[in-house]
């Protein structure tokens, strides 16, 4: 038979099929479960600060929320994330972007994220690449990295020059805007 074309099997999916299996999709193809209401787990651990909502239309999407790690400056506030999985997932990495803005000196005002393991090596200097993507990562791991790096700027790799020597420079000043922003 005739192979298909992607756009045409995509749109003879049946959603409520892939909604209905998809806590066994993300347990074991992405690395996160359901664990109760709106909250996910990686394998036996629950991954506190984070909330992810699978898209309904398209099982590759989510809608998360990272949560204001504790003694930071975004303490108390909540972080809209979004994450896309490109077809070729898991051998490219996932996209993920901040649908907020966030003053932070990795974090541009477009919500792109600077992470290394958002990168592919060729996007890397070579000394860099043992840090970049590798299909071994789950979503759960790209979360939680993003947390951390929210809890603790990389000042040698910002995305946003102009926030990154704010903080380097007056780093009590920087704390209050991101606690401003993040109000």
């Known amino acids: 038979p005739k192979p298909q074309n992607p756009k045409q099997v995509r749109e003879n999916i049946n959603f409520d099929y892939f909604h209905s299996i998809i806590n066994k999709k993300l347990e074991y193809g992405l690395g996160i479960a359901q664990s109760g209401e709106g909250s996910y787990h990686d394998g036996e651990i629950a991954i506190p600060g984070i909330r992810v909502e699978v898209s309904e239309n398209d099982y590759r999407h989510f809608k ?38 966030i003053y932070h000196p990795n974090v541009n005002s477009n919500g792109q994220i600077c992470l290394s393991i958002l990168k592919t090596k060729d996007q890397m200097k070579e000394e860099e690449q043992k840090y970049a993507w590798t299909p071994a990562l789950k979503i759960s791991k790209v979360l939680l990295s993003i947390q951390a790096l929210v809890a603790s700027p990389n000042f040698e790799d910002p995305l946003d020059e102009a926030i990154n020597e704010h903080w380097k420079t007056d780093r009590e000043g920087a704390e209050a805007q991101a606690r401003e922003w993040t109000t």
């Open 64 to 101: 998360c929320v990272i949560e204001g790690p504790e003694d930071t400056p975004f303490e108390g506030g909540e972080f809209p994330l979004e994450v896309f999985c490109p077809d070729d997932y898991p051998l490219k990495p996932p996209k993920c972007l901040f649908r907020c803005k």
